[in-house]
């Protein structure tokens, strides 16, 4: 089992920046990619951003790349997202997760989502 807390979220002005954290505790000695997923409201949940356990590879939606980046430090079992250039379509609930495999994106675990709120 795996248990993850996503914190960080807040309102922000178009253009400004945020940095998401996500917290994993319990089987930690496991490599699992983790990432983010986010969900508007009206809207499906949507893939955002993933990271290897080494941190070595990323992967990223096209509506957030070279905005969004991803890092990790596994000493603190901690994962990152920083946010930068916001626009009002990146308003949000953004989930953290965890899976076994970077390339599929089927997560086996989830964060309790923060909320992430750009105003125009």
């Known amino acids: 089992q795996l248990q993850l807390e996503d914190s960080g979220g807040g309102l922000v002005q178009a253009g400004g920046s945020l940095r998401l954290s996500c917290a994993a505790s319990?089987?930690?000695?496991?490599?699992?990619?983790m990432g983010w997923f986010r969900q508007a409201p009206g809207k499906e949940r949507e893939f955002v951003a993933v990271?290897?356990?080494?941190?070595?590879?990323?992967y990223y939606a096209d509506s957030v790349k070279g905005r969004f980046t991803m890092s990790r430090d596994n000493a603190k079992n901690t994962v990152y997202l920083q946010m930068d250039s916001l626009k009002a379509e990146d308003t949000a609930v953004y989930y953290c997760?965890?899976?076994?495999?970077?390339?599929?994106?089927?997560?086996?675990?989830w964060g309790q989502g923060t909320r992430v709120t750009v105003s125009s």
């Open positions: 990271i290897s356990w080494s941190g070595g590879t990323s």
């Open positions: 319990g089987r930690t000695d496991l490599k699992y990619a």
């Open positions: 997760y965890a899976d076994l495999n970077i390339a599929t994106r089927r997560p086996l675990y």
